[in-house]
């Protein structure tokens, strides 16, 4: 099977609300022309399209055919579609190439959370006979698992502090997020609960962004740039949706999907936790030690573009690669109920 790389990844601001439609198609369109124009290739030498984003979010049906006028009417293209994060998309466009069908790809993500309830309309991934009719909210079924974790000496509040502003002083030297500072968890701890045992620093700001990647096989990689960023392992499990019925201090399909995908000797990695407690126990199901650089872009609670935060932190690792930071990176995505379905992607430099 074919080799794949990622040989081109841009994004747009995170931004608390962008005036646009909720198709995506303003935040794609300089995104689709920065990442062409950085590759060199035109619309007509992408061999398969792949996006992720939700019906729900946009609160229309269909709305990633909207989307599709972000890449123009002609030429005819070959395109796919997941509702779920763009990351997911990736792996298809992945299995395209591996397969020898096309050689290259461009997967793209959006969403523009502004335009409605995050908190609501998270309920709607929840089980639908038991859980959504309740309409949980999200923050306050993510604070149950954070007390969870509390209570069984894996984390404490200050740990989550830590995080938040470790993530806000990396987002300084990125451009693109939404919330950076110089800031120490003391700070961070006086401020007030938002859903016990959270503070608004520990969970991911509402943010409207999109991001988009290109794929190349074995030699056009090596063609198309100078370093690609080599995907040597790509696995995603899944555990059940109902929250009670699994252990929330942990993550088993993070865990099986890292031994899959063989993540020893990873020097960064770009986590998909959108609040802190889940970066916590994400570095402990992953066996991360101190020697990793954790979210150098300041990661998803720096700015959470839903539908493509997962993706950009591929793009965010491979980044690392690319730029000779790192020989080694893993990526993580996850979609789902407090990490319900979790992705693993592990990039080299060669």
Partial sequence: MSEVAVVGFAQAPNVRRTPGTTNGVEMLVPVFHRLLADTGLSKQDIGFWCSGSSDYLAGRAFSFIAAVDAIGAFPPIMESHVEMDAAWALYEAWVKIRTGEVDTALVYGFGKSSAGELRRIMAMQMDPYLMTPLWPDSIGVA????????????????????????????????????????????ELLKQPYLADPLRAHDCAPITDGA????????????????????????????????????????????????????????????????????????????????????????????????????????GAAAAEIRAGRADRALAHATSGPLLQQNLVCVLEGR
């Fill in 143 to 186: 604070g149950l698992q954070a007390r969870l974790g509390i209570d069984a000496g894996l984390w404490t509040e200050r740990d989550m502090a830590e995080v938040a502003a470790s993530s806000r002083r990396a987002a300084l030297s990125n451009p693109d997020a939404q919330l950076a500072g110089d800031t120490t968890a003391e």
């Fill in 211 to 314: 991001a988009a990647i290109i794929l190349a096989s074995g030699d056009k990689a090596r063609d198309l740039c100078d370093k690609p960023a080599w995907i040597s392992g790509f696995e995603h499990r899944v555990d059940t949706p109902l929250i009670g019925a699994r252990d929330l201090t942990t993550s088993p399909s993070t865990i099986a999907a890292a031994k899959a995908a063989g993540v020893d000797g990873v020097q960064v990695a770009e986590l998909h936790a959108p609040f802190t407690h889940q970066d916590i126990l994400l570095r402990q199901a992953l066996g991360l030690g101190e020697e990793v650089r954790v979210n150098p872009s300041g990661g998803v609670l720096a700015g959470h573009p839903m539908f493509a935060a997962g993706l950009i932190r591929i």
